[in-house]
């Protein structure tokens, strides 16, 4: 392959510095005391009060809201992401063996069914979803968070494929060896799938971690509150009262809630990567 | 060890097609019976239907005295051996050959012995950790015949087992799988396309047609005594000559050939004389001049390829015919060659039903 030459380079640096920058400006930004902030504007250069802010968004009680840290909004951003993330593939896993596995009639329109839903996008059901969820006193409760998101077109879709794209022989290989409909999926098609899984547990992690509308209306008490609606609430805080804005607060908050799924995307991307390019079966 | 007893065994797919018509057929215990015919023609289906990963539509298969039309595969006490191999991918080679037997809950010693067993008959035995992806074609292909030895099951179920390997190794492990079910006496179907294949390990050969099951024997019953026109054209390697020819009442013509030393053949119908290579030979008096195109050298013998002058077939071109001759037999090209052969030992066929009539 050609070498890249400088033009190049320079068309990539400048991409590079588009997209970070911003975050970078929030970084430093978030290390001022917010008299300096108030006075001078977004800053560029790190200032003297990193632990403080931090350690104050993170760990003291009333530091960003009035009752919970940012702690507890962390787990429950966590919990929020991971239970997503497995629940999807767990239930997309299983919607896509019923659907390519077993000949079911109308197999094939409850598929077109589910991929159209991909379509509609959570606003549309939200009122009907938010009156179920609420009839079973779910408000509040985590189950609640996780359980109305987690049926998934997308995830259906792609292990619809990959299972599609296994040879039909190794069913039935399995099938002369005896292994039963659950000992098939769980002995073979769940060691097969691994990396797509890995990918999809991915994707799914950061949409479930950036959830924002369902989050927002499903929990009423602070304690409840994810990351991202932190983020939204301190700048309701910040234009309410008579103090000084917390800018840096809500920018240090903002770098916390965007670090999990860099970290996730950064470690498992060889999975990842792997997962979304992988034909060899 | 069993016998194997098909009776009207039927095939039709739920959108109406058919793909199997009845077939009959009894197979000994211990003996290995190869299906033979071209790609479509249901030799796969038929073996599947045994395997039990299609339906029977109609008719009942035994295996031993057992009617297991509606036993799932896996407690019919076959095994199969796939044309891609189907090893489960994730598994090593030691775990391939034990799933099986896991399911079926066997100890685990006795697994283990097993696979000890089979891996030293295939010699795979320093294989037993690899993964699938870290073997060769070859030791793949032992590999499934590994995971269907272990099951010591009543019936071995071969689908174009060899097709994905090379000539080479194909002769090899062809000669392998003879030696082996001859050790293991267990009874075998085996599935092929290729003729030699078929021909070199069947103790019993079974042509298969559209369908249908167009001749049943000994691999040499096949070769000298064709009931059809296709088991002629099927069986035997440089393929039959066929030359398409009508009876007068005295000798077969085509153009201005004459043929002596036919009778009692019907008169005013197309007909198909079969003469195979190795029956020509060379003799001034022969009745059939050849002009050769092509000499194809195998080493211990060649194969003359020419046209038969004075002949036309259906696309109105000299009859094109192969000869089998010895080493030294090299004619340039355009040179005559004069053939004689015996009639008793040509076949005619009638075009139209493919019915052998001598």
């Known amino acids: 392959m050609e070498r890249p030459s400088y033009s190049t380079h320079l068309i990539l640096i400048i991409g590079a510095l588009f997209m970070t920058l911003p975050v970078w400006v929030a970084f430093a930004t978030s290390t001022h005391a917010p008299e300096t902030i108030l006075r001078e504007g977004l800053q560029f250069w790190p200032g003297p009060h990193l632990l403080e802010t931090y350690n104050e968004v993170l760990f003291v009680e009333g530091g960003v809201m009035k009752q919970v840290t940012g702690m507890t909004m962390l787990k429950n951003s966590m919990i929020l992401g991971i239970g997503f993330a497995l629940g999807k593939v767990v239930i997309s896993m299983l919607a896509a063996y019923a659907i390519v596995y077993f000949r079911f009639r109308l197999g094939v329109p409850l598929f077109w069914v589910i991929f159209t839903t991909l379509l509609l996008p959570l606003e549309v059901r939200i009122i009907p979803s938010y009156e179920v969820v609420a009839n079973m006193g779910l408000l509040d409760t985590h189950t609640g968070l996780i359980v109305p998101l987690i049926a998934s077109a997308t995830g259906t879709f792609f292990f619809r494929q990959f299972f599609k794209s296994v040879p039909d022989e190794l069913l039935e290989a399995a099938r002369l060896d005896g292994a039963t409909a659950w000992g098939f999926f769980q002995d073979i098609l769940v060691p097969l799938s691994r990396t797509m899984i890995a990918a999809i547990l991915i994707i799914m992690f950061v949409v479930g971690w950036n959830q924002y509308l369902w989050p927002l209306i499903m929990t009423t008490k602070e304690e409840n509150y994810t990351l991202v609606i932190g983020i939204k609430q301190i700048y309701q805080v910040l234009n309410e009262g008579g103090e000084l804005p917390q800018f840096q607060k809500a920018f240090a908050l903002t770098i916390l809630a965007t670090l999990p799924p860099v970290l996730v995307v950064l470690i498992f991307q060889r999975w990842f990567v792997k997962g979304l390019v992988e034909s060899e079966k | ?358």
Do not use: W
Not at chain 2, 139 to 150: F, K, L, T, Y
Not at chain 2, 254 to 276: C, E, H, Q, W
């Open chain 2, 1 to 358: 060890m069993a016998q194997v007893e098909l009776k009207q065994v039927r095939k039709t797919y739920p959108n109406g097609a058919e793909a199997i018509f009845g077939v009959d057929m009894h197979i000994d215990s211990g003996e290995l019976i190869v299906f033979v015919g071209p790609s479509g023609c249901g030799k796969s289906t038929l073996l599947r239907m045994v395997a039990g990963l299609e339906s029977v539509t109609s008719g009942e298969i035994l295996i031993g005295d057992k009617v297991i039309n509606n036993v799932s595969p896996s407690e019919r006490d076959v095994a199969m051996v796939f044309q891609n191999y189907a090893l489960y991918p994730h598994m090593s080679v030691r775990g391939n050959m034990s799933y099986g037997l896991k399911n079926r809950k066997m100890p685990a010693d006795e697994i283990e012995r097993r696979i000890t067993d089979a891996a030293r008959m295939l010699k795979i035995d320093q294989f037993l950790d690899r993964q699938p992806n870290q073997l060769s074609g070859g030791q793949r292909q032992r590999v499934a015949m590994g995971r269907a030895i272990v099951r010591n099951p009543q019936v071995f179920l071969f689908d174009e087992p060899l097709s994905n390997l090379d000539a080479k190794l194909r002769v090899q492990m062809r000669i392998e799988i003879k030696k082996l079910q001859r050790r293991m006496n267990v009874t075998s179907i085996y599935v092929t396309h290729d003729q030699t294949e078929a021909m070199t390990l069947a103790d019993r050969l079974a042509v298969i047609n559209e369908g249908r099951v167009e001749q049943m024997g000994v691999p040499m019953e096949l070769y000298a005594n064709p009931r059809t026109l296709f088991v002629a054209s099927f069986i035997g390697a440089p393929q039959i000559n066929l030359i398409p020819v009508r009876f007068d009442g005295t000798s077969l013509t085509n153009g201005t050939l004459k043929l002596a030393g036919f009778s009692d053949l019907p008169t005013g119908v197309d007909l198909m004389l079969g003469i195979r290579p190795d029956v020509l030979s060379i003799a001034p008096e022969g009745q059939l001049e050849l002009n050769v195109d092509l000499v194809e050298q195998h080493g211990g013998e060649n194969l003359i390829y020419g046209a038969l002058l004075g002949t036309k077939n259906a696309a109105g071109d000299a009859q094109e015919i192969c000869l089998k001759g010895p080493q030294s037999l090299l004619p340039a090209t355009d040179d005559k060659l004069r053939l004689a052969f015996d009639p008793a030992a040509a076949f005619v066929f009638r075009t139209d039903t493919g019915e052998r009539l001598k």
